[in-house]
């Protein structure tokens, strides 16, 4: 049984995607009176950690609280900067916020929406503590030199790798690259936990200090805690992947190849269609063994076109706004043009496993027509 949401097909700009076993399992879960932290979410570790070929995967409760328990693992604080690209999702840099350092926010190659290497680099400081580049896409940039280049310097580079599980960089992927990296399994990304996240580790000190900071600071194991009184060894925070999420992951987990194989037809159909439509760039996620999480445009009159195409019950999106721009990070806004521009011309167009090669078509056909009439109207 494959059930779509109500409003799938094109209505939708995302949309989590079920193979049928997601539902007994969380069952399953609900009927053994155990939700919590359970052997589920350890086999969920281990089962991600083999996928990757890691030796250790840490289950967090969010993609948000994985980067969070990765900073205060790489020990950035308060009065620290952090290097990120404002184009990505304000969860990176709320991320940053939570352990009270400040963003730094730097531009992106507009053609890939992601970092460049020496963006980053000119852009360290005394104050530097770590860098946060963002996967954009699906898209596994080599950001190898940018390791070697920080980490001797006691800078800490965290990979957000929300949009990019299952990604290969090279013949490795994404998360197997010895960096600390963060992943995201929330409703719509490429396997969802309903909400959850992981990180890799560089070290097994690494993935004790996270598993502590997740089970709010207790250092006694499950079995343990059922005969004694529990104890507070550090600080925590209640950030563990519950066993019903857990379960919907391992199910995700089963029919992976699938999903992998899905997104990727889905976004040729997507590039094939794209190709004789004038006006509009692909925001191009790379080499074939990148697993796509979103499928991109950058077009002129973005707004217009968004509200023709709207208008039309097409699922467009805007992924992301500049967080430079946002209220809440307005103390650390500066100038970023290249973000600036980028961020008025894309346009997300509906990518889910819902969608047929048809359907596909015919988006890209519609978005042809609003692009004229947005042209026309002055
Ligand atoms: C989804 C996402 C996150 C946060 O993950 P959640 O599971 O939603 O907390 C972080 N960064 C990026 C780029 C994301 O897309």
Redesign the pocket.
């Known amino acids: 049984m494959t059930t779509a949401p109500a409003a799938s097909g094109t209505q939708r700009n995302a949309s989590p995607y079920l193979y049928g076993q997601e539902a007994a399992a969380v069952a399953q879960v609900l009927e053994s009176g155990q939700y919590g932290h359970t052997a589920l979410t350890e086999e969920f570790e281990d089962r991600v950690a083999a996928f990757l070929g890691v030796t250790d995967a840490v289950a967090v409760?969010?993609?948000?609280?994985?980067?969070h328990t990765a900073l205060l693992a790489a020990r950035v604080g308060p009065g620290d900067e952090v290097i990120v690209p404002s184009m990505?999702?304000c969860?990176?840099v709320q991320?940053i916020r939570a352990v009270g350092a400040t963003p730094r926010f730097v531009e992106i190659n507009p053609a890939t929406l992601c970092v460049d290497q020496q963006v980053v680099l000119d852009a360290v400081t005394e104050s530097t503590a770590a860098v946060v580049p963002?996967?954009?896409g699906g898209r596994a940039v080599d950001l190898s030199p940018i390791h070697s280049a920080l980490e001797e310097r006691g800078i800490a580079v965290i990979e957000?790798a929300?949009?990019a599980f299952g990604s290969l960089n090279g013949t490795r992927r994404v998360g197997a690259t010895g960096a600390l990296t963060?992943f995201?399994?929330?409703?719509?990304?490429n396997l969802t936990c309903g909400?959850?996240?992981m990180v890799i580790p560089r070290t097994p000190e690494e993935a004790d200090t996270i598993r502590r900071l997740r089970l709010l600071g207790v250092t006694q194991s499950q079995t343990e805690r059922a005969s004694t009184t529990c104890r507070v060894d550090s600080f925590g925070l209640r950030y563990q992947l519950s066993g019903i999420n857990a379960a919907i992951g391992l199910a995700q987990l089963g029919h992976f190849d699938t999903t992998v194989e899905t997104r990727r037809r889905l976004w040729g159909t997507y590039r094939d269609a794209l190709r004789t439509l004038e006006g509009v760039t692909l925001v191009d996620v790379g080499p074939r063994t990148a697993v796509p999480?979103l499928c991109q445009v950058r077009v002129g009159r973005r707004d217009q076109v968004f509200q023709e195409v709207r208008s039309r019950e097409i699922g467009v999106g805007v992924?992301?706004p500049p967080n430079h721009l946002q209220p809440a990070f307005a103390p650390w806004r500066r100038a970023l043009p290249i973000t600036e521009q980028v961020g008025q011309e894309i346009l997300s167009l509906p990518f889910h496993q819902h969608l047929t090669e048809d359907q596909i078509n015919r988006v890209v056909a519609d978005l042809g027509q609003a692009i004229k009439t947005a042209r026309a109207v002055r």
Do not use: E, R
């Open positions: 409760s969010s993609g948000t609280a994985a980067l990505t999702f969860a990176t991320a963002v996967l954009f957000d929300a949009h963060c995201s399994f929330g409703p719509i990304k909400q959850g996240g999480h992924h992301y």
